[in-house]
């Protein structure tokens, strides 16, 4: 359970296409032996107070992890947006976590670090660039729609608009993901 003075949610994207992985869902590659998001969830629940998977196929072997499961509302896939703007009404609490699910060393003081900007963005930097690894206040919800209804689908594009506090991480292998099976192996 989150010990920060606020309260958090958790909205973990693993509603992608994994194109680069082959076409399957990348939640559910194991790494490890285990789950990607199984390691995220093991680095997040201690750190918020809900956490909701954003997620197209495979709902009910997410479903089994006792989390809430939300499908983007559009058809078709339109990426990261898409499945922030369908979980962000289900989140109880002001300030979201959004993370993806293939990052398994994620901090353990994440939200800590991400907390107390006082920007309604605060986004993880690490090895000169930003990370798709961000907390936000939940009234941005509007922006995120008005992206959506005018196709402007870049998430880093609809972040950096926002002109979020970038909180500098040192740990590179804090940070890393998984576009392919090659980099399992690395």
């Known amino acids: 359970m ?3 003075a606020e309260q958090v949610s958790c909205l973990i994207l693993a509603g992608g296409e994994g194109k680069r992985f082959g076409g399957v869902d990348k939640g559910l590659v194991t790494f490890e032996n285990t789950p990607f998001i199984e390691h995220t969830l093991a680095v997040l629940e201690p750190q918020v107070d809900e956490i909701i998977i954003s997620a197209n ?7 089994k992890y006792g989390y809430r499961v939300i499908p983007d509302i559009s ?6 947006l898409a499945g922030i703007a369908a ?3 289900q989140c109880t609490n002001d ?5 993806p699910c293939d990052m398994p060393f994620l901090p353990g003081n994440l939200v800590e670090r991400l907390s107390n900007t006082g920007k309604d963005i605060s986004i993880a930097e690490s090895g000169s660039k930003l990370q798709l690894v961000f907390l936000m206040d939940k009234k941005l919800q509007a922006s995120i729609q008005h992206s959506l209804e005018h196709d ?3 998430l880093m594009q609809w972040v950096k608009s926002h002109h979020p506090a970038i909180i500098h991480f040192a740990d590179d292998r804090a940070f890393r993901n998984f576009n392919s099976r090659d980099d399992l192996d690395e």
């Open 2 to 4: 989150n010990t920060n």
């Open 57 to 63: 196929r495979n709902i009910d072997i997410y479903k």
């Open 75 to 80: 058809d078709g896939y339109r990426g990261p």
């Open 87 to 89: 979980g962000l009404p």
């Open 95 to 99: 300030r979201i976590l959004v993370v």
């Open 152 to 154: 402007q689908l870049r």
